[in-house]
């Protein structure tokens, strides 16, 4: 056990315990918030449960996982160096590429020597004397600091289905995101992937190229339209270094931070020719495009979102061979555009192999999973025997990694228990009644391109720390009138959107995990310029808003 102890703090500040502050998680998001701590001259520690850095990146290594945001929009920007060295090989880059990214910039700048690996926070406790927080591992070592901050990621809580038999199949097993750091090999095996969110995708359309036989098991189609990724040659490269300042300057304009913006017009605005050759543009453009770039009208307006729908579903049926299958591939219950969209690389394809099935669990639902296999009900009863079962069934997200640690603010009160009766944070950051706890990318914050939205998230963050220490503060909270404010202007942003009518990760929806199925405001669903406004104009007031001491 790590003996505590209170030492004089830099700079004149009162006295700290082991660490000015404790991070937790070594993704993107805290990777950045040490480099940034460590230039206040503060004593960080990173605990993080793998065996190295990356995250997202680290846990995700499945078959087909890469980026669906363009990969040079997805480089952190705060230093000219290193996006001047380091070289992307792919518009989008698939995950090792990525996780070799991210080891790069951990090695650049010395990161790892204040990260401590193989070290899963467990419990994380408030003290109110000195102000601060108790964080104990799994192992039982006990560290403090006077601030928490969470860099755990939205979607970093792997779900199981519950589904009767889940642990008893003695064939290979895998959840996309507890993917083996060895390879796996599909060759002529019997192969079942339960989900087609967009992990599911990604992975379907990479083990289809080898499977002996692949049966896909279906709740919800998603709509989704091309990827179109390429290579990056050197020129290529070249010129878009050279103009990465207007890139970033673009993307901080934008509504999600993506290099693609809303079109002006209106769906009807225009002809009905100029509007199908738009969609047509769009859906042979790269990236989120046809998502992020289409029409201003397609998310916030029935009939708009409807044409754009019907356009996508036409784009299936003409890809899909067997009609029935078709039909089966296409949303029923929700509109293009209105849950998070999976991109793709020749997905629909796939179910033209004839060895590849695709099996509605809404019409034969999965009964139990077996030793060999897993048996159907509904309209089919079926046995199927596999050697292989893949768990592409996603995330408890945004609020599932902060259950998963006992996490308690003043007089013990639970973080879960906080949170039962509906999200209220401050600004995303702070939570009333957890002082010194600080969010990066938590519940009400503006998600949209990751990485960006992570910059200003650690850069708003150290600022608040660095007045904390100018002023010799120890205590910093957010207000009950504060919270109050500012989830109803989460939730008032949120009005008129359609994606808010519809049960997703997004609206804190989730069949697998019990006590998940009340719709609720997850995310900052305004635009990350408006996002930005609003914080920096609490931090140019000199965060009056909060309680400070």
């Known amino acids: ?94 995950q090792p590429e990525t996780l070799r990214y991210l080891n790069h910039v951990a090695d650049k700048f010395d990161l790892c020597r204040d990260i401590q690996f193989r070290s899963r926070v467990a419990e994380a406790r408030y003290r109110d004397a000195p102000h601060g927080w108790d964080v104990t591992l799994e192992d039982g070592s006990r560290h403090r600091a006077r601030f928490l901050i969470t860099a755990v990621g939205p979607l970093s809580a792997p779900t ?26 599909f060759a002529g095996k019997r192969v079942a992937v339960i989900g087609t969110g967009a992990t599911g995708v990604q992975t379907i359309q990479e083990v289809a190229k080898t499977a002996g036989h692949l049966t896909v098991f279906q709740r919800t189609p998603n709509w989704c ?33 993506f290099l693609h913006t809303p079109d002006p017009r209106g769906t009807f605005e225009v002809s009905d020719e100029e509007r199908e050759a738009f969609f047509e543009k769009l859906y042979a453009t790269p990236g989120f495009g046809i998502w992020q770039g289409n029409f201003r009208d397609i998310l916030t307006d029935r009939r708009a979102n409807a044409a754009i729908t019907d356009f996508v579903a036409r784009k299936i049926r003409q890809r899909v061979k067997d009609p029935k299958v078709a039909e089966k ?9 209105t849950r998070r969209v999976p991109m793709e690389t020749k997905y629909y394809e796939v179910y033209n192999q004839p060895n590849v099935r695709l099996v509605d669990i809404n019409e034969t639902p999965i009964e139990r999973i077996t030793a060999h296999g897993l048996t159907t009900g509904g309209i089919e009863t079926a046995e199927y025997e596999f050697d292989i079962i893949i768990y592409a069934t996603g995330f408890d997200a945004i609020t599932g990694s902060f259950d998963r640690i006992d996490i308690r603010g003043v007089g013990g009160r639970l973080l879960k228990d906080k949170w039962k009766n509906g999200l209220e944070t401050y600004l995303g950051v702070l939570v009333e009644g957890f002082p010194n706890m600080l969010m990066l990318m938590g519940p009400h914050t503006a998600l949209g391109n990751i990485p960006r ?85 609490v931090a140019a007031k000199g965060y009056g808003e909060l309680r400070l001491a």
């Open 1 to 94: 056990m790590t003996a505590s102890k209170e030492t004089p703090g830099p700079n004149g500040w009162a006295p700290v315990p082991d660490y000015d502050a404790i991070i937790i998680g070594a993704g993107i998001s805290g990777l950045y918030q040490l480099y940034r701590l460590r230039e206040l001259g503060l004593r960080a520690r990173v605990f993080e449960a793998g065996t190295g850095v990356g995250g997202t990146w680290y846990w995700n290594r499945y078959p087909g996982a890469r980026f669906d945001s363009e990969s040079y929009s997805y480089s952190y920007s705060f230093s000219k160096e290193l996006l001047e060295e380091w070289n992307w090989s792919e518009h989008f880059a698939g």
């Open 160 to 185: 199981m289905p519950r589904i009767e038999g889940v642990g008893t199949f003695q064939g290979e097993a895998y959840h996309t995101a507890r993917w083996p750091h060895a390879p796996v090999s």
């Open 225 to 257: 339209p091309p990827l179109h990724n390429s290579k990056i040659d050197a020129a290529e490269m070249a010129t878009i270094k050279a103009g990465y300042p207007q890139m970033f300057k673009r993307c901080l304009e934008t509504f999600a931070c």
């Open 329 to 337: 591939l296409i949303p029923k219950n929700h509109g293009f555009g």
């Open 453 to 537: 939205s992570i910059e200003y998230n650690v850069d708003w963050v150290t600022g608040l720390v660095r007045h904390a220490r100018a002023q010799n503060l120890t205590c910093v909270e957010a207000t009950e009138a504060g919270v109050a404010s500012w989830t109803d202007h989460v939730k008032s942003v949120g009005e008129g959107l359609l994606s808010n009518e519809v049960n997703s990760w997004m609206t804190g929806i989730n069949s697998n995990v019990a006590g998940k199925q009340t719709r609720m405001i997850a995310r900052y669903s305004g635009s990350a310029p408006a996002y930005r406004a609003r914080c920096d104009e």
